[in-house]
Every structure is written in C-alpha cells, then in structure tokens.
C-alpha cells in the first residue's frame, strides 16, 4: 500500500504556498469543466461580486456549505468578526438560491468556549430571511478520546429553507438498520415495540444520522491533508433529498471538493469555490481521478503525490518539520 501522508494543510500555510505553483487557478480564476457544466472558482465567499462572477446569472435550488469552525481551522477569529463574515456568505447564499431553495450548513461547537460559534450562527441566521428546518447530528465512528469529558462523537448540520423547496423522501429511505428497542403501542394487550412497527428492517434518515462513517485514513475517499472532510454519503444524501439530475447544487467552501463528487456521481451540476487555489486544485484533482479510476480520493497518498517525489525542497521540507519521508 502507498503511504504518502502530507499534514493537515489548514494548519501550515508554509506548505501550502510550497504547492501553489503547481495549481491551475491562481485568485479570480473559474475553471469550468465542459463535459459537465460543473465550476471551480478560485475566490472570496465573503465578497458578493466574486461569487456574482461564479455564478453568472445561474441560480442553485441547493447549497451545501462546510465553513471554517473558527476553533479547528486556519485563523481563528473574534465572535463578532467571525459572524460579520457568516453574514456575508449567508447573503450570497440567499441571493443565488432560486425562489424555493435549500441550505445545509456544517458547523462545530466548541465545548470548551461556550459551544462557539454554533449559538451565535444560529442567533445570525434568523435575520437572514432563512426558515429554520432542522438540526441534524451525524454521528461520527471515530471520537475525540478524553478521560474527564463524554467522548465528542458527534457533527452538527443546519437545515434552513427559502420558499418551498423540494425533498425528495423517496431518497431518504436508506440502509439505516432499526438499533434501538423501544416501546411503541400496545394492540391486543400485547406491548409491541417499533421493531415490530414495521416490517421494514431498515428505517428513513432522521435528524440523527448513525450510519455514516466519518472519513479517515483507511477509507478510500479519505484526502490527505484535508481536515475533517465530510463523508461522501452524507453528501449524496442531502443531494439526493434537496435536487434532481440536471439541477444545479452550490458549496463556497470546496476543501476536499466533497460536494462536487457527490454532485458527479449523481447527476447533478456543483458550482463551487475556495479562497485557496491548493483547495481548488484538489476539488479538481478528486473529479478527475474519480473519472479516470473510479476511485473517490486517495487513502493514504495525496493529491500532489507526483509533484512532491520530484521536489527536493518540498521532500526535505515534510522531513525536517513533519518526519515524512518520501
């Protein structure tokens, strides 16, 4: 097996900028994809025209949005600030959404501070013209191991609507098997429990997902570098429930380019950005693989296996300050 680790990429700009030239993208470019109609851009989320320039006059019946948490990623900010900079997105969310539309928001909370910045979003977004729908946890396999805390298993996803949006339900009956015996109803004096509600052995998507496997190492979509990637089944899941094949889906935070796999694998159109070409070129990079081998990410390699093999100052940076080895 291929083992070629590169370190979380959020956290060493150093890196990132070593891996910038070999980026197609540089600040304001797009790149469309002519099979498709799919787009990466490389730009600001926070800053309507370029989302504008994204976008063109095309409107998305879905958004699918994995910000930074403000407590496990890049800089971390001011509470105030961090919000300023929610609303900019959430305005141009809600502006290139179509008439009936449908948002998911990933979004942490930090135990440690006041579960920050999940109550702040959620106090933001009822000024943002939004309905709230639904506050979805998936339940990740791999937890944050403490001694002095119950274990962090769990993912928080926001459901907000514009309009009547449509959802498919047909989709959301999965393989999720019935865990957990209740009591339900007593019929003939006979106390019945919902595993005997119905004959299904398996039951719809609530608002708790325990089926998904959080992505790791070991997994093949896993994408090195990249920091707490959502689950391609998450994502196919919100796709299949909030759009059709041909409709258009949104995501301003392309990082391990989730959403616009899954938008690939299911028929659907992704326009998505990052501010940093190196998360563009991944997005990219994953699409391309995934058509040339049928395989969604990179296990234990990465995406720019090839160029780092070929760079002495790069294989002797990971060395000497992440002992990698190549």
Request: with cysteine; glycine share 6%.
């Amino acid at each position: 097996m291929l083992k070629a680790p590169i370190p979380r990429l959020d956290l060493d700009a150093e890196l990132r900028n070593m891996l910038t030239p070999f980026c197609r993208l540089k600040p304001g470019d797009i790149w469309e994809d002519k099979s498709s109609g799919h787009k990466v851009g490389c730009v600001n989320s926070y800053a309507s025209g370029e989302i504008d320039h994204l976008m063109g006059n095309k409107k998305a019946v879905l958004a699918v949005h994995d910000p930074p948490y403000n407590f496990v990623a890049f800089d971390e900010l001011e509470i105030d600030e961090f919000i300023l900079n929610c609303k900019a997105w959430i305005k141009s969310t809600y502006d290139v959404l179509a008439e009936n539309g449908s948002l998911y928001v990933w979004l942490g909370a930090d135990q440690k501070n006041h579960f920050q910045p999940l109550p702040q979003f959620m106090m933001m977004m009822m000024n943002s013209g939004f309905s709230s729908k639904s506050f979805i946890t998936m339940r990740n396999q791999r937890g944050y191991g403490t001694q002095k805390n119950w274990m962090a298993i769990r993912q928080e996803l926001l459901y907000y609507t514009k309009g009547k949006p449509i959802f498919n339900i047909e989709a959301e009956y999965t393989d999720i098997p019935k865990v957990l015996k209740g009591y339900y109803k007593t019929v003939g004096n006979q106390v019945t429990s919902n595993m005997e509600r119905s004959k299904s052995e398996n039951i719809r998507a609530g608002n708790v997902w325990i089926d998904i496997q959080q992505t790791f190492y070991r997994m093949e979509e896993n994408i090195n570098g990249c920091f707490a990637q959502k689950p391609l089944k998450s994502c196919d899941r919100i796709i299949k429930a909030g759009s059709n094949k041909g409709d258009l889906v949104i995501d301003f935070f392309a990082h391990s380019g989730a959403t616009l796999l899954s938008a690939e694998i299911n028929e659907r159109i992704c326009y998505t950005c990052d501010i940093d070409p190196v998360f563009c070129e991944i997005a990219i990079r994953r699409l391309e693989r995934y058509r040339e081998t049928g395989q969604t990410g990179w296990q234990n390699s990465n995406p720019f296996y090839e160029e780092i093999t070929k760079d002495d100052n790069i294989k002797a940076y990971l060395m000497n300050n992440h002992q990698i080895e190549y």
